[in-house]
């Protein structure tokens, strides 16, 4: 597993702490975890099916009434 070390400004405590509450994570490090987490997962599945996605985007379009 790679480490990653994060700086954070000072002006941004507390923004941090209302994130970390809002998503009831235990910790600041948990918490950038589970963003860093959600966004490989998301980049790496729209990289996977971006031309199925797309496929079916296209179809579900031509239902769609243009005007």
């Known amino acids: 597993m790679s480490t990653i ?6 002006e941004f405590d507390q923004t941090l702490n209302e994130l970390v509450t809002l998503s009831q994570a235990p910790s600041r490090e948990v918490w950038l975890r589970n963003v860093v987490r959600n966004m490989l997962f998301d980049y790496q599945l729209r990289k996977d099916f971006a ?4 496929s079916r985007l296209q179809q579900l379009n031509s239902f769609w009434p243009t005007p």
């Open 51 to 54: 031309p199925q996605q797309q």
């Open 5 to 10: 070390q994060v700086t954070i400004p000072p």
